[in-house]
């Protein structure tokens, strides 16, 4: 079983500035890694696919990269609405934990 | 416009049966391949079932394998989750989900239902 593992598992950082969110693949995954936002009461949102492809209407500032075992989401410039709960996923299959990015 | 509505969710006590729907509208459902999520109370996802579009490749989480049964019903554009033996331990909101799969072989869910909340308890 592949295990999905995210950091840091809270993220403080002002509006404006960058984030830089980290997702590890216990074996190598190739680039079937995701990522979503979660907004408390929401259901999660696709931001990322195929590592590194932005899902319909994700604005510039999601970035996706890696591939293999080593995963970053980058937001380039936090805005007030990006604060959230960010996870990747395995293919269709394995979630990580989780990072709650706050403002700081 | 892509919908997906789980229905079925409630209060059950420990070792109680649940069946959970999922009404799919907007896209050919027979040409997708289905999820369940969930997720406990302030806690994160956790990926529960798989379900190919034809219904012939099903996958579980070690967690609820033996336990738990996901089907569709192409005809009906209905996804569906038999609970079987329920812990305490799978409270939650339960999310019918989308899976996409692009020209690469990549995965991902493109669309979640509202989610439906079941809770397991005496």
């Known amino acids: 079983e592949i295990v999905m593992t995210q950091s840091p598992a809270t993220l403080s950082v002002s509006p404006g500035e960058r984030a830089t969110l980290s997702c590890r693949a216990s074996q190598s995954v190739s680039s079937n890694l995701a990522w979503y936002q979660q907004k408390p009461g929401q259901a999660p949102r696709l931001l990322i696919y195929?590592?590194?492809t932005r899902a319909t209407g994700i604005p510039a500032r999601f970035s996706g990269s890696g591939s293999g075992t080593e995963f970053t989401l980058t937001i380039s410039s936090l805005q007030s609405e990006d604060f959230a709960v960010y996870y990747c996923q395995l293919g269709p299959y394995t979630f990580g934990q989780g990072t709650k990015l706050e403002i700081k | 416009e892509v919908q997906l509505v789980e229905s079925g969710g409630g209060l059950v006590q420990p070792g109680g049966s649940l069946r959970l729907s999922c009404a799919a509208s907007g896209f050919t459902f027979s040409s997708y391949e289905m999820n369940w999520v969930r997720q406990a109370p302030g806690k994160g996802l956790e990926w529960v079932s798989y379900i190919s579009s034809s219904g012939s490749t099903i996958y579980y989480a070690d967690s609820v394998k033996g336990r738990f049964t996901i089907s569709r019903d192409n005809a009906k554009n209905s996804l569906y989750l038999q609970m079987n033996s329920l812990r305490a331990e799978d409270t939650a909101v339960y999310y019918c989900?989308?899976?996409?799969?692009?020209?690469?072989?990549?995965?991902?869910?493109?669309?979640w239902g509202q989610g439906t909340l079941v809770t397991v308890s005496s």
């Open positions: 195929g590592a590194s």
């Open positions: 989900a989308r899976v996409d799969v692009d020209s690469s072989g990549h995965h991902c869910i493109d669309y």
